[in-house]
């Protein structure tokens, strides 16, 4: 049922991907209130169901789901590569989206070992966890890149992610994961409601397209936490870049999962809180 005194919003065809028209009323102390169209990001719940098995319910943003299903699978530990995932099904219903993923017989013990109810899972990444020891995967640290990356590379890629967010920029309501090459320039960008959503599909999309992540730099809209280290880590990805703040965990998994972890990048300057030695600065001593 619409509110009182809104009139119904406008057709959906308006409304890009992700996103849902809603009339609104604008109103302020000083200035005369208006009734007018406004954009929402749309939240959704998904189920990913693996070989016919309920594993985990989030709150997700209806777009690029199947590079999600490949990300999730992967940077939790449930799938070995991307050739473990023989099919993907979307499957939409009234109460939500069904991600059925049919994979290899040999990735059920791991799904059993990953096995968490994340229904509706929080900013922390952590519903649904039982014990301390399910916090964090064991995960081997990644060899050095191959080449260290330019601080005018990392620049260029925080500037170039701000212009390649249109969900973003319809709703401000989502986050965004941006794959840059060691130039700086952005490759691929996903978008979701969920910042650890956002870089799964960001991730999913690398795996499936057999891209060599030790030569390139994830950036992401939002603060870094632990979980978004370990993400990377898992990609093997050596630097992560975020626009907000790192927590003292996440810049603890990077200095021992050997991670570029690097904070507060606006316009040319960012701070760098672990493995500095994978940058490249002109005019710095070696």
């Not at 590569?81 to 979307?90: E, L």
């Not at 922390?124 to 014990?131: K, R």
């Amino acid at each position: 049922m619409k509110p009182a005194g809104l009139s119904p919003p406008e057709p959906q065809a308006a409304a890009p991907a992700g996103s849902r028209l809603r009339r609104v009323l604008r109103a302020g102390a000083q200035t005369p209130s208006r009734d007018e169209t406004d954009l929402v990001a749309q939240e959704v719940p998904v189920a990913l169901e693996y070989n016919g098995i309920g594993h985990a319910t989030l709150l997700a943003s209806p777009t690029d789901l199947e590079d999600f299903a490949f990300g999730f699978s992967y940077t939790e530990g449930i799938i070995r590569s991307a050739r473990d995932i023989y099919g993907v099904d979307i499957v939409e219903r009234p109460e939500g989206i069904i991600i059925q993923v049919d994979m290899a017989s040999a990735c059920l013990n791991q799904l059993k070992l990953r096995r968490r109810s994340l229904a509706g899972r929080s900013g922390c990444g952590l519903c649904g966890i039982e014990s301390l020891d399910e916090v964090r995967r064991d995960l081997p640290a990644l060899p050095a890149p191959p080449q260290p990356f330019s601080a005018a590379a990392i620049s260029a890629a925080v500037d170039q992610l701000r212009a390649r967010q249109p969900l973003h920029l319809a709703t401000g309501a989502t986050h965004a994961a941006g794959w840059a090459g060691p130039d700086g320039n952005i490759r691929q960008v996903r978008e979701d409601v969920g910042r650890h959503n956002a870089l799964d599909k960001l991730i999913g999309h690398l795996i499936r397209n057999a891209q060599d992540t030790a030569r390139g730099i994830a950036v992401i809209s939002s603060r870094a936490s632990f979980e978004m280290v370990q993400k990377t880590a898992a990609a093997g990805i050596p630097v992560l870049v975020a626009v907000s703040a790192p927590t003292s965990y996440a810049i603890q998994m990077a200095d021992e999962l050997h991670v570029l972890l690097a904070g507060f990048a606006r316009g040319s300057l960012f701070t760098v809180y672990s493995h500095p030695e994978y940058l490249s600065i002109p005019g710095s001593p070696t």
